[in-house]
């Protein structure tokens, strides 16, 4: 079973940054498709970015567009996964969580939840 640990959440002000880490452990030698999801407090969880098992595709929510950008690790990493948030906006407060995904063209998340990591964008 797939296990997923978030990490480098953190309490920014607007306009700041803040670079996102997961690593995705389970069956030797598989790279997963994956992705990032947020979840606003009483909101539901929505997809943010994905990105293909090579690297070579990337997609975004229309909300992050030009803001964050979604890339993997080395040959050595392949599903650790990260997420740089720049110009950061109070709207962007969250907790991130990252998944495995079915597929880039079908974005169900597919493995138990990890404990995600709080996003705080406040002056």
Known sequence: QVQLVESGGGVVPPGGSLTL???ASGELGITY???????PLGQDRELVALIS???SITDYADSVKG???ISRGDAKNKNTIYLQMD???PEDTAVYH???IE????PRPIAPWGQGTQVTVSS
Do not use: E, H, P, Y
């Open 103 to 106: 597929a880039i063209r079908d």
């Open 53 to 55: 098992r090579s690297g």
């Open 33 to 39: 498709t994956m992705a990032w999801f947020r979840q």
């Open 87 to 89: 110009s950061l906006k």
């Open 21 to 23: 880490s997961c690593t």
């Open 98 to 100: 990252c998944n495995v």
């Open 67 to 69: 803001r964050f950008s």
